[in-house]
Nanobody, 127 residues
Framework: QVQLVESGGGLVQAGGSLRLVCVAS????????MGWFRQAPGKEREFVAV????????AYGDSVKGRFTISRDNAKNTVYLQMNTLKPEDTAVYYC????????????????????WGQGTQVTVSS
């Protein structure tokens, strides 16, 4: 069964840090970009970060630039999201996803371009 499983979410005070982990199983995703998105209640799914298939390129949403870092370990079929200086507005369910195009030459931040999603992990930042 091909699936993505996120973990690492939780409750943290503003200014704190969390590291999210997304483990892929069922097949290798080493030739696919991987992304993180988030969705708060009543809001649309928002792009957070994306990393290229070989880890050489990354891109971030404006609201998290300078605070979040995406990385991956292809040997472990795992992608990470290090979140620092968290703010209450970062509260959301965070999802990892696999780009639908193998070795896509560009990085994309549009949810419809991703064809496999995890179940999400809740991040709550208290003020």
């Amino acid at each position: 069964q091909v699936q993505l499983v996120e973990s690492g979410g939780g409750l943290v005070q503003a200014g704190g840090s969390l590291r999210l982990v997304c483990v892929a199983s069922g097949r290798t995703f080493s030739m696919y970009s991987m992304g993180w998105f988030r969705q708060a209640p009543g809001k649309e799914r928002e792009f957070v970060a994306v990393i290229s298939w070989n880890g050489g390129r990354t891109a971030y949403g404006d609201s998290v630039k300078g605070r979040f870092t995406i990385s991956r370990d292809n040997a472990k079929n795992t992608v990470y999201l290090q979140m620092n200086t968290l703010k209450p507005e970062d509260t959301a369910v965070y999802y990892c996803a696999v780009d639908g195009v193998r070795a896509r030459p560009t990085l994309v931040g549009v949810p419809r371009e991703y064809d496999l999603w995890g179940q999400g992990t809740q991040v709550t930042v208290s003020s």
